[in-house]
């Protein structure tokens, strides 16, 4: 395996490149485009294709970018529809419509199709590569249909449909196989019952794969016409794709981020969420700014006050991810928002009276006051108590008003979070201005 820029022989290069695609793909995802793009051009395109299969689709794209159109227009021709559609979708749009026009009219008007739907949506990701079978078929045409396609072996399941190609249900290959040959694969047919539409996004699909946990799902359209399938391997990927979604969004990040993306394009994602965090800084820093006084009279307040808050924000941030999780995964729904914020401010209430004892303690063999013990253990129990139940209530709000659960709600908590701690604590303080003297 090639794993340095050293030169090696031309026929090395090629036969490395042939005979591992995918270790060639992940080198060649190392290099700078233009790196990258100098070397393959240098392969012929059935070298090609397959490395072009194994590429990251953003990865094929910038590379796309530095060849020559005579290098890419046998590779596009190659490729799969699942992958052209993948990296055509990642192309700039000048490029893409050049070359559109080097592809056939058949290809052309599948990818454009391809095109038109929502990048997160079961239309944009599945593969067009499916055969029909008509439900009055015998098993004998089946099999004989099956022999004539050889990339279709290793399908566990026929799509059958009817006269309007709308899908009536699916045949077992292995059932096929053990049928009298004179049977109608009507006769084999079971329904359908995991499919998704073409538009339904990327979490639907998620949590009809974790539902069902089927090898493929179909696609249809609003008539119930089969479009395409999502398979097995993509549903693993979305599925990981949006666990991994929920947690760039909700500390504010693009869920069309990726560790590699632009500098300017982070900015772009990062930087609007960014001033909202500070606009909600300023909120909390208010709220301390009403207490002056109280925090003069008194600094060892201000010593104690980010233990008050820490403790509420952690509270706040465990709720949040149970709740996330289980909204994600379809444990629990919006409607049960009553039981999901007593069982959470049970929760806080306990441990919030539990760390406020040993806060208490702590904070009485450091001041040998009395009273700054009692201001921070009652101070500490509010705070929690309000951060468990926040925790769950911000993202069951955002399900309710129609928005993403997961979207920023980590920077809703935590105003909600550092405002409680601030005014419980330097509220308490200020009634209790007696005590600390």
């Not at 209530?393 to 809703?412: E, F, H, N, R, Y």
Request: proline residues 4%; charged residues 20%; without cysteine.
């Amino acid at each position: 395996m090639v794993t340095t820029h050293e030169p090696v022989s031309e026929a090395l290069q090629h036969k490395f490149f042939k005979s591992h695609p995918t270790e060639a793909a992940l080198y060649l995802e190392k290099l700078a485009p233009t790196v990258a793009a100098g070397i393959i051009e240098q392969e012929t395109p059935d070298n090609a294709v397959p490395i072009f299969e194994s590429l990251s689709p953003a990865r094929a794209a910038d590379i796309v970018n530095h060849v020559s159109e005579q290098f890419i227009q046998p590779v596009l021709k190659q490729l799969s529809a699942q992958r052209l559609a993948a990296l055509f979708a990642q192309l700039e749009e000048a490029l893409r419509a050049r070359l559109l026009a080097l592809l056939d009219p058949k290809t052309k008007d599948m990818l454009e199709k391809v095109l038109s739907y929502p990048a997160d949506s079961a239309g944009a990701i599945m593969d067009r590569d499916v055969i029909m079978f008509r439900a009055g078929l015998t098993v004998r045409e089946a099999l004989a249909r099956l022999v004539a396609k050889p990339h279709l072996h290793k399908r566990r399941a026929l799509f059958v449909v009817d006269d309007r190609l709308r899908l009536k249900g699916l045949v077992d290959i292995q059932a096929l196989a053990l049928a009298d040959r004179n049977q109608m694969l009507s006769e084999l047919m079971y329904s359908a019952v995991a499919v998704v539409n073409d538009t339904d996004n990327k979490q639907m699909i998620a949590e009809t794969f974790e539902r069902y946990r089927v090898t493929g799902l179909p696609v249809i359209d609003y008539q119930g016409s089969l479009m395409g399938v999502i398979r097995y391997e993509d549903l693993v990927s979305v599925s990981k794709e949006t666990a991994t979604v929920d947690i760039q969004t909700m500390v504010g990040a693009s869920k069309d981020e990726r560790a590699l993306s632009t500098p300017w394009f982070a900015i772009r994602k990062r930087l609007p969420w960014l001033q909202v965090n500070l606009l909600t800084a300023f909120l909390a820093a208010a709220v301390v700014g009403l207490f002056e006084s109280t925090i003069a009279a008194y600094t060892a307040l201000a010593v104690l006050l980010p233990v008050v808050a820490g403790q509420s924000g952690n509270t706040g941030s465990q709720a949040l991810a149970v709740t996330m999780r289980g909204l994600a995964l379809r444990e629990v729904y919006p409607q049960q928002w009553g039981l999901i914020a007593f069982k959470e401010a049970r929760v806080a209430l306990v441990n919030g009276i539990v760390v406020a004892v040993v806060t208490s303690v702590g904070t009485f063999i450091w001041s040998q006051s009395l009273g700054l013990a009692l201001i921070i253990g009652s101070s500490m129990v509010i705070s929690m108590l309000i951060a468990g139940i926040a925790g769950a209530m911000v993202p069951i709000t955002l399900s309710k008003l129609g928005q993403d659960p997961a979207q920023s709600s980590s920077i809703i908590l935590t105003t909600i979070t550092d405002v409680a701690g601030f005014f419980s604590f330097l509220g308490i303080a200020t009634l209790l201005m007696f005590m600390l003297f």
